[in-house]
Structures are given as structure tokens and as C-alpha cells.
């Protein structure tokens, strides 16, 4: 508990900060979760620059990205009713999610150095089967988020649960 109210007066006095720091340390984490445990590399062989990478992007992208999009979502629909958060969970599933996993995955594939035509052959392959996934746990939990989480603790939220996602994507992200 004594770390639960470290963060929250953290994140009360520095919300940006904490924000893009937290989905920082929680893409690597979800990066070391990949290599180690879906793929099983062992520590001599995991990627410490991929593993930076992924952290580097969750704290340059996804945190700032993701956090600015909460305070837009939260003016285009004030209000926390359950109709609010489905309208929310709708028009993030429906507009943002798809672009900023087509982005995400983008990224991921500059950053790895593939040329604009490889990058769009991973996209055109890992981009359907991503957002299907996407769609099978991200809309109940966005609900959730939107109807039971103050603004500024969905960031952390999302990021928490997106430990597992995160995984996910490194894993996806760098199959080659």
C-alpha cells in the first residue's frame, strides 16, 4: 500500500511524468515478458536494445500518445454514466485503436530498421490478426476504464492490463 501512495502522490504532482513514465517501464516489462517467456530466449540471449526500445517507445509514443487521447476523449464525451463509457469505448475502439496499432506496428518496424517496403509487407501481415485480438480484450476493459477510472489513473490502468498485450505486441512486432 505504502507504494500505491507513493504513486498516487506521484502521479498527483507530476501526472504527465508518471504517466509516460509508468507506460514506459510497463512496455519493456511486457518486452522482457515476451522474450523470456513466450519465446523463450533465456538471459544470455535477450535483447537488451529491444527491450530498451520497447521501453523507449512506450515513454516517446505510447504513454504520450495514449494520455493525450484520454484528454480529448474525456472533452469530445464528458461524463462518466455508463452510456458516456460506452460512447467512449466505442469511439476509442473504433477510431483511435485502429490507427494507433497501425502506427505502433509501423514504428516498431522502422525502429528495427526494416526498408518501407518490408515494413508494409510485416504490416499488411501482422495488422489483421493484431486488431482482431485487439478486439477481443480491449473493448471490455476500455468500458471498464472509462465507467469506474478517474483520467488520471486510465493511463496506468490500461498500461497494467497491457503488460499481457504488450507481450503480445513485442512478440508479434518482431517476428520477422
Same mark, same amino acid.
Given at each position: 500500500?505504502a507504494? @500505491?501512495? /507513493?504513486?498516487? =502522490?506521484? $502521479?498527483?504532482?507530476?501526472? %504527465? ?6 507506460a514506459g517501464?510497463?512496455?519493456g516489462?511486457g518486452?522482457?515478458? !515476451?522474450q523470456?517467456?513466450?519465446?523463450? =530466449?533465456?538471459?544470455?540471449k535477450?535483447?537488451?536494445s =529491444?527491450?530498451?526500445t520497447?521501453?523507449?517507445l512506450?515513454c516517446?509514443?505510447v504513454? +504520450?500518445?495514449?494520455?493525450?487521447w484520454?484528454?480529448v ?11 458516456d /463509457?460506452?460512447k467512449?469505448?466505442l $469511439?476509442?475502439?473504433g477510431?483511435f485503436? +485502429?490507427?494507433?496499432l ?5 514504428l516498431i518496424?522502422?525502429l528495427?530498421?526494416l526498408?518501407? =517496403?518490408? *515494413? %508494409?509487407?510485416k504490416?499488411q501481415?501482422?495488422?489483421p490478426?493484431?486488431?482482431? /485480438?485487439?478486439?477481443y480484450? @480491449?473493448?471490455? &476493459?476500455? #468500458?471498464?476504464?472509462?465507467?469506474? &477510472?478517474?483520467?488520471y ?5 490500461v498500461?497494467?492490463?497491457?503488460v499481457? %498485450? *504488450? !507481450?503480445? #505486441?513485442?512478440w ?5
Amino acid at each position: 500500500m505504502a507504494l @500505491w501512495r /507513493a504513486y498516487q =502522490r506521484a $502521479l498527483n504532482a507530476h501526472p %504527465w511524468k508518471v504517466q509516460v513514465l509508468t507506460a514506459g517501464s510497463l512496455m519493456g516489462l511486457g518486452d522482457i515478458i !515476451s522474450q523470456q517467456l513466450v519465446e523463450r =530466449r533465456g538471459v544470455r540471449k535477450h535483447q537488451i536494445s =529491444r527491450t530498451l526500445t520497447m521501453a523507449s517507445l512506450g515513454c516517446g509514443f505510447v504513454g +504520450p500518445v495514449i494520455g493525450g487521447w484520454y484528454k480529448v476523449l474525456d472533452r469530445l464525451i464528458p461524463g462518466t454514466t455508463k452510456v458516456d /463509457a460506452l460512447k467512449k469505448m466505442l $469511439l476509442d475502439q473504433g477510431c483511435f485503436a +485502429p490507427c494507433f496499432l497501425g502506427s505502433f506496428l509501423s514504428l516498431i518496424g522502422a525502429l528495427n530498421g526494416l526498408s518501407a =517496403r518490408d *515494413n %508494409w509487407a510485416k504490416l499488411q501481415r501482422d495488422y489483421p490478426d493484431a486488431l482482431i /485480438a485487439n478486439y477481443y480484450l @480491449w473493448p471490455a &476493459v476500455q #468500458l471498464a476504464n472509462f465507467y469506474l &477510472v478517474p483520467l488520471y489513473y486510465r493511463l496506468a490502468v490500461v498500461q497494467c492490463v497491457a503488460v499481457i %498485450w *504488450n !507481450s503480445y #505486441l513485442s512478440w508479434k512486432a518482431h517476428r520477422f
